[in-house]
């Protein structure tokens, strides 16, 4: 049982090129989360997806879109890189007591 | 002003310590209150869960929650080195799948 696995670990990008980040839960959960973090800034909600099928913005979704692919995976994709979306990314899927599972992870760098 | 308030800290004490960690919340609306742990380098992972008011214990952690004051607590008792980490609180209404994240509290248990 992996729980949420993420890929890649980490990335270095140059500004404007894109690339995708990977998530995928084995919990069988309906909802599925991506998260950044940054110094002094806490957890801020990109974007999620309460059920297979639907997706919706939270409070940063700018320069980044989402793909609800299945039940299992959830990836979020930057079209154009820019140095402010360097930041750790998270992501998460909730079981239905608000319990939210994390990932280990993805450190992005934007150079 | 965030939804969610956390002294970031750090707060740094000697083993076997008292630590105190609170968050604030302007939503009187919140319901369910979590709070999670958050390893250097890794993915957060849920402490505790509490519903609406009161206490909950688990070991030698224990949450408080006084909606009257939105006010939440959560202390930890015989501090160990291993408790070292980052703590953060989270929120959520009955009928979101968001939650509100503080911007955590980076505690140190010196040896």
């Known amino acids: 049982n992996a729980g949420v696995t993420q890929t890649p670990k980490f990335q270095v990008l140059k500004t404007g090129q894109s690339m995708t980040l990977q998530c995928a839960q084995d919990?069988?959960?309906?909802?599925m989360y991506w998260y950044r973090q940054d110094p002094g800034m806490g957890l801020r909600l990109i974007y999620y997806?309460?059920?297979?099928?639907?997706?919706d913005k939270g409070e940063v979704p700018n320069g980044y879109n989402v793909s609800r692919l299945n039940k299992r995976e959830f990836s979020l994709r930057l079209e154009s890189a820019a140095p402010s979306q360097t930041s750790v990314y998270f992501c998460?899927?909730?079981?239905?007591?608000?319990?939210?599972?994390f990932g280990p992870g993805t450190r992005l760098l934007v150079l | 002003q965030k939804e969610v308030e956390q002294d970031p800290g750090p707060l740094s004490v000697p083993e076997g310590a008292i630590v105190s960690l609170n968050c604030t919340y302007s939503?009187?609306?919140?319901?369910?209150f979590m709070w999670y742990r958050q390893y250097s380098r890794k993915g957060p992972e849920l402490l505790m869960y509490?519903?609406?008011?009161g206490n909950k214990e688990d070991g030698r952690f224990t949450a408080q929650v006084d909606k009257s004051s939105k006010y939440i607590s959560l202390f930890i008792r015989d501090s160990q080195p291993s408790d070292s980490a980052t703590y953060l609180c989270?929120?959520?209404?009955?009928?979101?799948?968001?939650?509100?994240f503080g911007a955590g509290t980076t505690v140190t248990v010196r040896a």
């Open positions: 998460a899927s909730m079981a239905g007591k608000r319990t939210q599972y």
């Open positions: 939503n009187s609306a919140f319901q369910y």
């Open positions: 997806s309460a059920s297979e099928g639907t997706t």
């Open positions: 919990m069988n959960h309906n909802s």
């Open positions: 989270a929120m959520s209404l009955s009928n979101d799948y968001k939650l509100s």
């Open positions: 509490t519903y609406s008011s």
